[in-house]
């Protein structure tokens, strides 16, 4: 009894926070030591105290820890120069001659179609496979209709 409430209440709790301590520790890399300057020899002299003057700073006598990457000024984007009438007269000319050969281009590409879709319909009617085509029906005249009179009635 005393062995089983020592594992309960000791061991057990105690093995439980080992393992969560362990595994929140894994996969995390350390945090880097914080570097701390070197101190100061003795037969150097202390710096001034700083004051107001209009000398430029020079740079820091330590290297820094991050070197940033210099990024050179962007050049402003040239204005756009509007086309003149020549450039769009040519570029509408580009424009109507592509527009044609796509027509062209089209065209051909239906007729092609069209005779091999009629061939192979031609082979397979042949074959007896497809009824042959009917005829297209033949649109009756519609006759025109006489006017129509609408009497006046009569003015008292």
Do not use: N
């Not at 969560?20 to 894994?26: D, F, K, M, N, V």
């Not at 001659?97 to 179609?113: F, M, Y």
């Amino acid at each position: 009894m005393r062995t089983r409430t020592f594992l309960r209440r000791g061991v057990l709790p105690l093995s439980c926070l080992a393992l969560l301590t362990i595994w929140a520790q894994t996969g995390r890399p350390q945090p880097a030591p914080d570097r701390v300057a070197p101190p100061a020899r003795a037969d150097e002299a202390p710096p001034a105290p700083p004051s107001v003057s209009t000398a430029t700073v020079p740079p820091p006598a330590y290297t820094p820890y991050v070197t940033l990457p210099t990024v050179p000024p962007t050049p402003e984007p040239a204005p756009a120069t509007e086309p003149t009438v020549e450039a769009l007269i040519k570029h509408l000319e580009q424009l109507r001659k592509q527009r044609a050969d796509l027509e062209a281009q089209e065209k051909a590409v239906v007729t092609k179609l069209r005779e091999r879709l009629k061939d192979q319909g031609d082979r397979l009617t042949k074959l007896g496979v497809l009824p042959p085509a009917p005829l297209p029906p033949v649109e009756a005249p519609v006759p025109e209709r006489p006017p129509v009179i609408i009497p006046e009635s009569p003015k008292k």
